[in-house]
Nanobody, 124 residues
Framework: QVQLVESGGGLVQAGGSLRLSCAAS????????MGWFRQAPGKEREFVAA????????YYADSVLGRFTISRDNAKNTVYLQMDSLKPEDTAVYYC?????????????????WGQGTKVTVST
């Protein structure tokens, strides 16, 4: 079992930055692909970014490419999401998730473990 706890959300003005953290416990996440998803009010949960376990290759949704950066520190069992140039449309609850493989990592169904989420609100 892997337990995931997100932190770092909050209220920020458009153009600002936030850094989300996802701390894992229970077992090492070094062999998991880690992903970030988000869910805005009234919308479905959507893929934001993922980082593979094997090569630490990073992948991003088009909507955040060039503004968000995902990284991992396996020694700390933690994954990060640096969010810059935030826009009001980035407002959502952000979830961290862990997947045992790198297959279809943009799909919710690929992930076995999920955190409770951290809320990000971007004001105009």
């Amino acid at each position: 079992q892997v337990q995931l706890v997100e932190s770092g959300g909050g209220l920020v003005q458009a153009g600002g930055s936030l850094r989300l953290s996802c701390a894992a416990s229970g077992r090492s996440i070094s062999s998991y692909t880690m992903g970030w998803f988000r869910q805005a009010p009234g919308k479905e949960r959507e893929f934001v970014a993922a980082i593979t376990w094997r090569s630490s290759s990073a992948y991003y949704a088009d909507s955040v490419l060039g503004r968000f950066t995902i990284s991992r520190d396996n020694a700390k069992n933690t994954v990060y999401l640096q969010m810059d140039s935030l826009k009001p449309e980035d407002t959502a609850v952000y979830y961290c998730a862990a997947a045992p493989t790198s297959v279809q990592f943009t799909h919710i169904s690929a992930y076995n473990y999920w955190g409770q989420g951290t809320k990000v609100t971007v004001s105009t």
